[in-house]
């Protein structure tokens, strides 16, 4: 964790501010192991003495969530997974655990994310015969097209996965701090090393056949880039305080898509950005049927449509629930985005771009 992001972010307790208490500005508690201006094991904690939560930095990413137990729970393998093992026993770990272990869902979510956010920088990369890596950032590309210009000082990556377009980001930016945030602690690992310097990935071949990719990188504006892990739909950050908001395929990924809407115009500042893509891909597994935006309820004035439902909830006044202060400023409604699986496989989709600004006066 950067000392400037902290200071320039100011993080509250997710859990004071969940509970609609006043939520005070995290204090960095205690300080393990620091690195120039990085702290990479420490304590942060609420200063509410009615809360009094604390807050681990485990490797340089602060883990600020109000489920801290869960989390622990379903992601303590992927932080703490080593990425230094011999490759024939990596192989042979992988093998003796097998497909649908808990190793191989990891190495999956990295070898695809850390696929599309690095493969173009890896010298043992094949020539592509089907998926083109750099997806995200392509799709990042579009959407700022839609709304170009606009001032950023902060600027935060939701759902950032293995961080290309947060160091995308930095590097177009000059002026601002970034900011990744995720919830899978395994390619937030592999963000903060590529970041770093050093990308380490397993590539997947096809069923639990992986290929260790180790290779050098550097990228202008790392220095301004940090990771964080932190729940999408509790987010640390104090009312109109984040000049611009990317958030790519996050939307059919959460519980309660609405509330990452509200959550997010409530966040930006005035004349702030949100630059959102979907493609609508639900699954109950993330989200109840009864939150999809779209997708469901033919019966509803939208009729199952998606795009439009979406509109008006990002439009002021079009809709019972619309976000206040928001106006839809460009959009794409069918942008490819493709993801590799492994070599015989991928997946195609058509991703809704929708660049949305917050009005400087809320009717």
């Avoid at 002021?316 to 985005?337: R, T």
Wanted: glycine residues 10%.
């Amino acid at each position: 964790m950067r000392r400037g992001h902290f200071e320039l972010f100011r993080p509250v307790c997710p859990i004071c501010a969940r509970s609609g208490r006043a939520a005070g500005a995290l204090v960095l508690a205690a300080v393990a192991e620091e690195r120039g201006d990085e702290v990479v094991a420490g304590i942060l904690h609420c200063p509410d003495p009615a809360c009094w939560r604390e807050y681990p930095i485990i490797d340089g990413i602060p883990l600020i969530v109000p489920e801290l137990q869960r989390l622990l729970n379903e992601q303590g393998a992927g932080l703490l997974l080593r990425d230094d093992l011999d490759p024939l026993i990596e192989s042979l770990v992988g093998d003796a655990l097998g497909p649908g272990s808990w190793l191989d869902t990891v190495r999956q979510i990295q070898s695809t994310y850390g696929w599309d956010a690095y493969a173009d920088l890896d010298p043992e990369e094949p020539p592509p015969d089907g998926p083109v890596p750099g997806a995200a950032r392509r799709c990042l590309d579009r959407l700022e097209t839609l709304a170009p210009g606009g001032e950023a000082r902060r600027i935060l990556d939701l759902g950032c996965a293995a961080g290309r377009t947060t160091l995308t980001l930095a590097e177009r930016h000059p002026d601002a701090a970034v900011l990744g945030i995720d919830l899978d602690l395994a390619v937030l690992r592999l963000a903060r090393n590529a970041a770093a310097g050093q990308v380490s990935y397993p590539r997947r071949r096809i069923g639990v056949v992986f290929d260790r990719r180790r290779f050098p990188v550097a990228f202008a504006g790392a220095g301004r880039v940090d990771f964080w892990a932190c729940d999408a739909l509790a987010l640390p950050f104090a009312a109109g305080t984040i000049d611009r908001v990317v958030a790519l395929n996050l939307l059919d990924c959460v519980p309660e898509p609405q509330r990452l809407l509200a959550g997010l115009g409530q966040v930006l500042r005035p004349r702030g950005r949100l630059l959102l893509a979907t493609p609508y891909d639900w699954s109950t597994r993330a989200t109840p049927v009864g939150s999809w935006i779209g997708g469901h309820s033919q019966r509803a004035d939208h009729r199952g449509a998606a795009e439009g439902f979406l509109r008006a909830l990002l439009t002021e006044g079009a809709h019972p629930q619309s976000v206040p202060g928001l106006e839809i400023l460009g959009e794409d409604a069918g942008w490819p985005w493709q993801t590799r699986l492994h070599d015989r496989s991928s997946v195609q989709y058509r991703t809704h771009l929708m660049a949305v600004g917050k009005r400087s006066s809320i009717t």
